[in-house]
């Protein structure tokens, strides 16, 4: 009786907090909203302290400390005591550009548990073009300087056509940099990457030989490195159950205090989303209309009303479906029964048809002037 | 069913993971970068008693006292390799 089972019913157990849009890095995938450079108030020192108290209150105990680059605010240090004071197992998701010797031992002396830190590329031209900055030398560095003072690293590397014929050699450099995990993460084709997509997004053979390289090192390196490898989901016949269930397990906090319940919903028209400045974080999970928006299954149209596998994957991905079909309340595109699915299919030919294209198109950088350029008046 | 390990080493939780109670959920939790996973209450038990000084003989010892019976070995021996592979835990080279 697939019709009966439940909606799965929690409290938060991850709370993303991205502490700043500000980053010196550019990189053309990133996930922030396109129209960032619009949103400048970030919350102050308390107000954080305020959120991580109120979220553990509730069960929250995994904290992302994110952004943009979560070393450009100052307080870092007080905000990760904090949530150290209160019991989370706090992640500062940075690039390690930027991340000096001194920082770490301060983080560390605050209680800070795990550094994820990313590359662009595992050689130093692509790396800093595709970063926007020159930042290759400097992060190999804060890399090895993570390991020599004991915390477990994570090696982060976004996967797209510019570097998706590097996996071999990402998989050399993360070995050699001592990161205890590797996060192969196939590009997710919102916010930034979304806008470069038809630069970004590699072929299906591409993707094969790539994966079929990622699971030769998983099997070497089992017991010594993990491998994460986020599937392209453009090449799935079947949309992730985004954020394990609408509503369920994840709350992120925008810099400026905006309560998601996954890191992309700003983007989504009309959802109201609260914002921790002037609402709980119990109200916003609660009683807030954008937390109840996609819960339980009556939001649903069909094909996914009637499907068997709603329980599994709840419809898919709220954001996909927006920026694929501009109907939020759609089928996830990427499922097979959507009647959307063209879209993925012109998408992953509007990609090939690139890779054809004589000479290098460009790609569009992650940056204040472009973030102002390309926001329209509208846009929140 | 014998040990994969050397037996004779005693047994340490990872640096890199923590293990803890956490009051929303009423149980013990593995913490470690960007996951968690939940314990029940026996293999809390066998991994709280993972500190570096006792061996996989010590810590059926201690837990048959515990809890006043015998034949866990074959039960705890099998958490404790699954521990083992998922670096959980680990075995202290000694000297």
């Known amino acids: 009786m697939a019709g009966s089972a439940p909606y799965p019913k929690g409290n938060p157990r991850w709370l993303l907090a991205e502490l700043t849009y500000a980053c010196p890095l550019q990189c053309p995938y990133c996930s922030n909203p396109i129209d960032y450079a619009s949103h400048s108030e970030e919350l102050s ?5 305020r959120v991580f108290s109120e979220a553990r209150a509730m069960g929250a105990v995994q904290l992302g400390l994110s952004g943009g680059e979560p070393l450009t605010r100052r307080d870092l240090e007080e905000l990760v005591r904090h949530a150290r004071e209160l019991g989370y197992y706090s992640n500062l998701i940075s690039s390690g550009y930027g991340l000096t010797e001194a920082r770490i031992l301060k983080l560390k002396e605050a209680g800070l548990d795990h550094i994820q830190i990313s590359i662009q590329a595992p050689e130093k031209t692509l790396n800093n073009y595709l970063a926007g900055a020159d930042s290759y030398e400097q992060k190999k560095t804060a890399a090895h300087l993570i390991k020599r003072h004991g915390y477990p690293m994570v090696l982060c590397v976004v996967i797209h056509r510019r570097n998706i014929h590097l996996m071999r050699e990402i998989l050399e450099l993360a070995i050699e940099l001592g990161a205890d995990y590797v996060e192969l993460a196939n590009t997710q084709y919102y916010g930034w990457a979304h806008l470069n997509r038809a630069q970004l997004m590699p072929t299906r053979e591409q993707f094969k030989t790539a994966e079929a390289i990622a ?15 986020v599937v392209p989901d453009y090449y799935e016949d079947r949309p992730k159950a985004c954020m394990n269930g609408w509503g369920t397990t994840f709350l992120t906090i ?60 709840y419809g898919g991905c709220r954001c996909q479906a927006y920026l694929l079909t501009g109907d939020m309340n759609a089928t996830d595109p ?43 008046p509208e846009s929140h | 069913m ?36 939940e314990l029940n209450l026996p293999a809390a038990e066998i991994l709280k008693l993972c500190d570096g000084a006792r061996t996989l003989d010590g810590i059926v010892e201690e837990l048959e006292r515990k809890f006043e ?25 000694q000297g």
């Open chain 1, 334 to 376: 990427v499922c097979g029964l959507s009647p959307h699915r063209g879209k993925v299919r012109e998408a992953i030919e509007e990609a090939r048809l690139a890779t054809e294209a004589t000479g290098v198109q460009p790609l569009i950088f992650r940056n204040s002037r472009n973030s102002r350029a390309l926001s329209t």
């Open chain 1, 254 to 313: 925008a810099p400026d205090g905006l309560a998601l319940p996954c890191h992309e919903a700003r983007m989504l028209p009309g959802l109201n989303c609260p914002n921790v400045r002037e609402m709980s974080v119990r109200e916003v999970w609660e009683h807030s209309e954008a937390f109840n928006r996609f819960r339980h299954f009556e939001w649903m149209r069909e094909p996914c009303r009637s499907c068997p596998e709603k329980v599994k994957d």
């Open chain 2, 2 to 37: 014998d040990p994969s390990f050397d037996s004779r080493l005693p047994l340490a939780f990872s640096p890199l993971h923590r293990l803890q109670w956490e009051e929303a959920q009423q149980k013990h939790v593995i913490l470690y970068p960007e996951g968690m996973v």
């Open chain 1, 45 to 49: 020192t308390e107000e954080w302290q």
């Open chain 1, 215 to 229: 699971q030769g090192y998983k099997q070497k390196l089992k017991g010594r490195m993990k491998i994460y490898y």
């Open chain 2, 69 to 93: 019976t015998s034949g866990l070995r074959d039960d705890i021996l099998e958490l404790v390799e699954s521990a083992l592979e998922n670096g959980w835990i680990r075995t202290v080279s």
